[in-house]
């Protein structure tokens, strides 16, 4: 079910109906303890975060990966952290919305200046709605980018070929002014493949 990524980050994932990408999810673990980053929820998803290491929080990278976020943390009984709607700059009379249809009027909003569980970083994003998450020497993002074939890719490649080169080009020139200066050496997403090793040769 999970997927080792390292001692002590690992992936699941499911496909996801409607569109029919895979969705990735991350569980972080330190001194056991443990934090979700946009989990998907999946059989015995709850047991097994409680083996592995005890559960401190739910994250989420961007509102599109609400995903089974809000269900996890009330299972858990841990607090949800979500974006803040100004530091992605999200409509808030859409987010209020959001929030009371899923019931996640409680949760936390962060941003850059927020201190997360188990000492991660975080980095707004500009222009994609999302924050990037650093833990150790990983860069953890939702949407923005990840591993094809090894190869490092910028969002929105494979979602709207007609767009490819101009908004992939534009996540670009966002995300990779954080990827140089967080200096992380792997990449963590929420679509297709994770970048173990190699990230800065990569940029």
Known sequence: MFEP???NIFRWGTNDPESGYMMYSHLLLEKDRAV???PVEIPDLIKMVRILGEPLAVIMTNYSHL???PSISRKLQVPLFMPEIKAVDEDDKLVSVFLELYDVK???QYDEKTELPLGIESYVIKGRHEIALKFHNFLIVGDSAYGIDGKLAFYPLGFYPDE???KSGATAAALLPIMKK????????GHNEDIPS???SLI
């Not at 967080?182 to 997403?189: E, I, R, Y």
Request: glycine share 12%; hydrophobic share 40%; with cysteine.
């Open 106 to 108: 409680n949760s936390i």
């Open 164 to 166: 490819n080169n101009a």
């Open 198 to 200: 190699g990230l800065q």
């Open 5 to 7: 990524i390292t001692k």
């Open 36 to 38: 979700l980053i946009d």
């Open 182 to 189: 967080t200096m992380a050496d792997g990449l963590l997403s």
């Open 67 to 69: 995903r089974g976020c």
